[in-house]
C-alpha cells in the first residue's frame, strides 16, 4: 500500500508539468513548413496505483482542425506500439528516411481526421505503471476500463474536441481492444450528467476476432503455393492454427502441433513474413540492389505496372532507433520517468492473460451492429496470420445472423483508377431509410498492415469509411 501512495505521489509530480496537452515545438529531423499542430504526452488513467498512458496527436493537415473528426487509432499484439506502428510505419504524418530525418508520409490519415495514437496498455512503449503489480496477468477487460478512461481524461485536456465525431480504428488484436472499448463508450453515454461521446462507427483491420475462425491459414497458404498438399493434410487432420494457438496460451502445446507448424514454417522460409508474403527481407545495402531492377527488365516493369512494394523492410529498425533517441524523446515530452529498459516496437514488462485470445468477439460486434454503430472490416490480401478468407467468413455469418440485406455486391473498388481491391457491404432499414451497417473489404497486394504496404488504398478505404460512403467503384 505504501509503494501504491509513493507511486501516486510520485506520479502526481510529474504529471503536474509533462502530462495533459503538452505541444510539439518540432520533431527532430521534421520536414519544414509544417502545416498542422502535433502533441504528445502522458494521460493519468489511475492516480492511485500511478498508471499513465501514453498518446500522439496530430491535427487535421488542412482547413478548420475542429470542422473534421477525430479518430483513435491502436495497434494490437496484445503488447504492440500504436506510436511505432500506426503513427511512424503506417498512418501518421512521417516516416524515418534512409538519412534518420522524417519524410512526408503523404497518404497520412490526418488528411482527412484529427488522429490520436495511444500507446495501450501499460507497460507498451511510453506507457507505465508504478505499481508492479499492474503488469502481472493485464486482461481485455482491463485494456478496456483503462482506454475508456483515458479518452474521458484526454477531452478534459482537448475539450474543443468533445462534440467531434468520433471513429474507432486499429488492426489485429485491436479486433479485441476496440469492440470491448466501443461498449464500454455506449455504457459511458448512458450515465446521467455527462456529454456523450459521439462515436459513428469502427473499423478493424486483419482484426483478430475468433480464434475458431480467423487464425485458420491453412488453405490460403497453400493456395498461394507457400506449404504442400500433404502439410496441408496434416493440418487438416493433426493441428490447425487454431488448435496451436489455444494450446500455446494454456501452455499445453502437444508434439503433433510442434511437429506441424515447424513443418509449416520450414516450407513457407523463415524469410517469408507470415503478415506479408510479398515483402523482402531487409538485406544490408550493398545486397538491396537486387531489388532495383536495370535495362530492358526495368523497362518492362515500368510499362506494364508491376506490383511496387511500398513497405519499406528496413523501416522498422529506423524507427526503433529515432524512438529511442533522448532528442526525439524530449521533443515528445516522453519517458519523463526514466524507464528502465529501451522503448520498443512488442514486449516490455507487460505480462497479458494470453487466454484472452480465446475470446470469441463476434457475438459484441452484434450488440454493436444493433445498437446502430457501423463496422468495416478490411483485410490485407498478402496476409497469412489472419487470412482474408477468414474475415470473409466472419462478415458473412453476421450479415446472416442479423438478417442484413446486400447493398452492394462483392465487387472490385478502385483507387486512381486501378483495382484496390474487392468489398461488400450489408445494411438495413433505420428510421426509414436505408443504410449500411457492415462492410467488407479487401485491400489488393497489403499486408497483416494494411496502410504500410497500401498507403494509397488505404487513404482511400479510411476516407470512405469517414464519410459513411461505398467503396469508389467505377462508373457504368
Not at 496460451?249 to 502441433?257: A, E, F, K, M, R
Not at 506441424?260 to 527481407?281: C, I, K
Not at 511500398?310 to 520517468?337: M, S, W
Not at 463476434?362 to 463496422?375: F, R, T
Request: glycine share 8%.
Amino acid at each position: 500500500m505504501a509503494f501504491k501512495f509513493l507511486g501516486a505521489i510520485f506520479l502526481f509530480f510529474i504529471c503536474f508539468s509533462n502530462c495533459g496537452a503538452e505541444l510539439i515545438t518540432a520533431l527532430p529531423g521534421q520536414p519544414t513548413n509544417v502545416s498542422f499542430k502535433q502533441y504528445s504526452g502522458y494521460i493519468v488513467t489511475n492516480a492511485q496505483h500511478g498508471r499513465a498512458l501514453f498518446y500522439y496527436f496530430v491535427e487535421a493537415e488542412s482547413g478548420d482542425p475542429l470542422s473534421r473528426p477525430l479518430t483513435l487509432w491502436l495497434n494490437g499484439g496484445p503488447g504492440c506500439s500504436s506510436i511505432g506502428f500506426g503513427a511512424f510505419m503506417e498512418n501518421g504524418p512521417f516516416q524515418v528516411g534512409k538519412n534518420g530525418l522524417l519524410v512526408k508520409n503523404h497518404y497520412s490519415w490526418n488528411s482527412e481526421s484529427n488522429v490520436l495514437y495511444v500507446e495501450s496498455p501499460i507497460g507498451v512503449g511510453f506507457s507505465y505503471s508504478n505499481t508492479s503489480s499492474d503488469y502481472i496477468l493485464w486482461n481485455d477487460t482491463r485494456s478496456a476500463e483503462d482506454n475508456l478512461v483515458f479518452i474521458i481524461n484526454w477531452l478534459e485536456e482537448f475539450p474543443n474536441y468533445k462534440d467531434s465525431d468520433f471513429f474507432l480504428t486499429g488492426e489485429s488484436y485491436a479486433g479485441h481492444y476496440i469492440p470491448q472499448l466501443a461498449a464500454l463508450l455506449l455504457e459511458h453515454n448512458q450515465k446521467p450528467n455527462i456529454r456523450p461521446i459521439k462515436l459513428k462507427s469502427i473499423a478493424l483491420g486483419n482484426p483478430l476476432l475468433d480464434l475458431d475462425i480467423s487464425v485458420l491459414a491453412g488453405n490460403y497458404l497453400w493456395s498461394h503455393g507457400a506449404i504442400s498438399d500433404d502439410t496441408l493434410s496434416l493440418e487438416n487432420r493433426v493441428c490447425n492454427n487454431s488448435r496451436y494457438w489455444r494450446e500455446l496460451v494454456h501452455d499445453q502445446l502437444s508434439q503433433g502441433c510442434i511437429d506441424v507448424f515447424n513443418r509449416v514454417r520450414a516450407e513457407m522460409s523463415h524469410e517469408v513474413d507470415n503478415g506479408d508474403l510479398l515483402l523482402p527481407e531487409c538485406l544490408p545495402s550493398s545486397s538491396s540492389e537486387q531489388f532495383n531492377l536495370k535495362g530492358m527488365h526495368g523497362n518492362i516493369q515500368a510499362v506494364i505496372g508491376m506490383r511496387e512494394t511500398k513497405g519499406d523492410p528496413c523501416l522498422a529498425p529506423r524507427i526503433f532507433a529515432y524512438l529511442n533517441k533522448p532528442q526525439v524523446q524530449k521533443a515528445l515530452h516522453t519517458n519523463t520517468t526514466n524507464l528502465p529498459y529501451s522503448w520498443d516496437f512488442c514486449g516490455g514488462p507487460l505480462q497479458y492473460q494470453y487466454d484472452n485470445l480465446d475470446i470469441n468477439l463476434l457475438p459484441l460486434l452484434s450488440d454493436l451492429l444493433k445498437e446502430g454503430i457501423p463496422i468495416l472490416l478490411y483485410s490485407g490480401d498478402q496476409d497469412s496470420k489472419i487470412p482474408l478468407t477468414q474475415t470473409r467468413l466472419i462478415a458473412n455469418h453476421l450479415a446472416k445472423e442479423l438478417k442484413l440485406s446486400t447493398f452492394t455486391e462483392y465487387r472490385p473498388w478502385y483507387d486512381k483508377k486501378q483495382v484496390a481491391g474487392w468489398s461488400q457491404s450489408f445494411g438495413g432499414l433505420r428510421e426509414g431509410k436505408n443504410v449500411t451497417f457492415l462492410t467488407y473489404a479487401t485491400v489488393r497486394g497489403a499486408a497483416h498492415e494494411v496502410p504500410f504496404t497500401s498507403p494509397s488504398q488505404a487513404l482511400t478505404l479510411f476516407r470512405s469509411f469517414l464519410n459513411g460512403s461505398p467503396l469508389p467503384r467505377p462508373h457504368g
